[in-house]
């Protein structure tokens, strides 16, 4: 029982500064609760972010090999998005569970450090790809891209830092990936399709996504006018009663 109400505390930890809506969040953090505890001393949230970063430039690496050595270079890529997810998922939660978090400059450098390693991925892919395919790559760099900077700007406009759009997150991105190159593996030439696929996806999501931002960002406009109007009419009651 008292193991139990220690685990509820440290999953309540983790979850500070963000909100997960993403539909496997329940299980990935109990799953983050779990292996927090059994990081190294020595190891920090940045090396923590490296070794995320590493295996972004790992599924890279290993979609060039695929292209120019064998085939089996996309079943290892699957390991890199293992690593990917550790690194990423753990590097600002062990901050928190080590009550020692930086929230401004982990945020920025979690954020850089994504785009660079989803760049190398859609550069990886851009050479694997066959000549009539390789803008591909590049559409699913933009429209990624574009849901970070929604997330970002959703941040900037309510307050609230979520990564996910919807029940999808980053980690649900990784199990399609990881999914799309088995796919690829057993039926060489699926993976054009799928991205294609998974690029119409983030197409509806990112329409969605900004229509529900624009949204908020007018009711913001609505409250702040409402307010520096009741501001400027009680500055102009009182230097009346003056």
Do not use: H
């Not at 920090?44 to 972010?49: A, K, Q, R, Y």
């Not at 945020?107 to 803008?135: E, H, N, R």
């Not at 970070?148 to 759009?165: C, E, F, H, N, P």
């Not at 006018?225 to 400027?232: G, N, V």
Request: charge should be positive; hydrophobic fraction near 50%.
């Amino acid at each position: 029982m008292k193991n139990k109400k220690y685990f509820s505390v440290i999953l309540r930890t983790i979850a500070q500064d963000r909100e997960r809506t993403n539909i496997l969040r329940d299980s990935e953090q109990k799953s983050i609760a779990y292996l927090v505890q059994r990081v190294p001393k020595w190891l920090t949230s940045d090396g923590l972010t490296a070794i995320g970063f590493f295996g972004n430039l790992f599924v890279a690496i290993s979609l060039v090999l695929a292209a120019y050595v064998s085939d089996i270079f996309l079943l290892l890529s699957l390991i890199g998005f293992v690593v990917n997810w550790y690194g990423d998922s753990l590097d600002g939660r062990l901050a928190y569970y080590r009550n020692i978090p930086r929230k401004w400059y982990g945020f920025s450098l979690d954020v850089t450090v994504d785009w660079i390693g989803l760049s190398l991925i859609g550069l990886g892919f851009f050479i694997y790809a066959i000549p009539q395919w390789k803008w591909l790559g590049l559409i699913f760099i933009v429209l990624y891209g574009w849901e970070m900077i929604t997330a970002q700007l959703r941040y900037k406009v309510t307050g609230k830092y979520s990564i996910d759009s919807g029940i999808f997150g980053p980690t649900e991105l990784r199990i399609v990936l990881m999914i799309i190159i088995l796919l690829e593996y057993f039926f060489r030439g699926s993976v054009y399709y799928a991205v294609s696929l998974a690029c119409l996806i983030l197409v509806v999501t990112n329409i969605i996504d900004m229509i529900k931002l624009l949204k908020d960002a007018d009711s913001r406009d609505i409250i702040e006018k409402k307010e520096k109007a009741e501001k400027k009419s009680l500055e102009n009651k009182l230097r009346g009663n003056a």
